[in-house]
């Protein structure tokens, strides 16, 4: 069934079909409606699920939390500010191996108050040891949350669905929602090895010394890197069952290209259409779109953009004393590998500031006259 939808709602339905058995909720602009609909959903009987309405985003998690620790598949969404108050959990999610998928919407951090979008709330949680998956449509939000639940239980570790404030979660598009039956047979029911329960019980996060404490730190990190052939597997399983693939990037035009711009959500949506243009004019340029940042798809990368003469990163966030975090990342995928490709960084974008086609003729301008990055960042759009 074809159906119109925002961003938002997108979420919801990807919970509902996922069968979310809890769900946490805390409002905030603009993932309110997220939780909305979910609450909908509960209410008249769609989804069969427990909604738990908490006092604060802090407390969404938490209950999360405990409702994966006795086995229930677990949802939630937040954002920006929300995001934040969390932060402490999130470390408490990974780090007791809780498999809750949440939707993050990107909204700038205030000060000064915003409720449009760049990535700085996410990005910030980067460390957490979250997956994190980033979008570019409606279908590959509703189509993420459920392929994320799939990874997320294999290897017991939590996963962050993202999509940008209002270009995504507010925008309606036509989003093919798949059967249910068929998304229960991808998707089984998830059963934890072990839970809390009374009936076989167990202690869970507690006072770890040294002599543990690292060893279950190797752990998880070992289980992330397990988790691009995962991403990659399900993707594949995914797209035989419905057509569509998710995997950890999108290429886009790059096989041939001399100049290639890597981007993320949105942002990536809109370089293609200044590709398609730029490529009728004989400018050969591709887009690499990275779908997953967390665990970071080096070797995809490194693959992708090896034969290209001159690299831009376009970032929509800033790690404040440094670079755009995109631009970090790739420069040490690439650190030992191809050393002397130009990798140029730019930032655009900052609290849902525009990126249109325009904004990447500028960049390509820029690229295009230099044989190296002379600056630490390029800010494309400031007002100055």
């Given amino acids: 069934m074809k159906k119109v939808m925002m961003g938002n709602h997108a979420l919801s339905f990807g919970g509902m079909l996922g069968r979310a058995q809890v769900i946490a909720a805390y409002p905030i602009t603009p993932q309110t409606q997220v939780v909305e609909l979910l609450s909908e959903m509960c209410a008249d009987k769609t989804l069969d699920a427990t909604f738990i309405k908490v006092e604060s985003e802090h407390s969404a998690m938490a209950a999360s939390i405990g409702a994966s620790l006795a086995g229930a598949r677990t949802f939630t969404a937040t954002s920006a500010q929300g995001l934040a108050l969390m932060h402490e959990l999130l470390h408490w999610a990974s780090g007791g191996r809780n498999p809750v998928v949440m939707g993050n919407i990107n909204r700038a951090m205030a000060p000064g108050w915003s409720i449009w979008s760049d990535q700085n709330d996410s990005l910030s949680q980067r460390d957490t040891g979250w997956i994190q998956f980033y979008c570019s449509n409606n279908q590959e939000v509703l189509d993420t949350v459920i392929q994320a639940f799939k990874v997320s239980e294999k290897l017991m570790i939590p996963s962050m669905v993202i999509l940008d404030a209002f270009t995504l979660s507010h925008t ?200 190296k990055s002379e600056e630490e960042i390029i800010w494309i759009g400031v007002k100055k």
């Avoid at 995109?326 to 420069?331: L, R």
């Fill in 172 to 371: 309606y598009e036509v989003v093919d929602l798949p059967d249910q039956k068929k998304v229960d047979e991808f998707l089984p029911p998830f059963r934890p090895e072990i839970k809390l329960t009374p009936d076989d019980p167990h202690a869970f996060g507690g006072l770890t010394s040294p002599e543990h404490y690292f060893e279950l730190r190797y752990k998880l990190q070992k289980d992330m890197e397990k988790a691009p052939a995962l991403i990659e597997k399900t993707g594949k399983e995914y797209e035989k069952m419905f057509g569509r693939y998710l995997g950890q990037v999108e290429e886009y035009r790059c096989d041939d290209a001399d100049f290639i711009f890597i981007t993320s959500g949105t942002v990536g949506s809109t370089a293609r259409v200044a590709i398609d243009e730029l490529r009728e004019e004989g400018v050969k340029v591709g887009n690499l779109r990275i779908k997953v940042f967390r665990p970071f798809p080096f070797e995809k990368v490194r693959n992708i953009i090896k034969k290209a003469k001159k690299v831009a990163v376009v970032d929509r966030n800033i790690s404040y004393g440094h670079h755009g975090i995109f631009y970090q990342e790739v420069k040490s995928a690439m650190f030992g590998h191809h050393n002397s490709l130009p990798i140029f960084g730019f930032i655009a974008g900052l609290g849902g500031r525009d990126v249109t086609p325009s904004t990447f003729r500028e960049i390509l301008g820029h690229v295009q006259k230099k044989d």
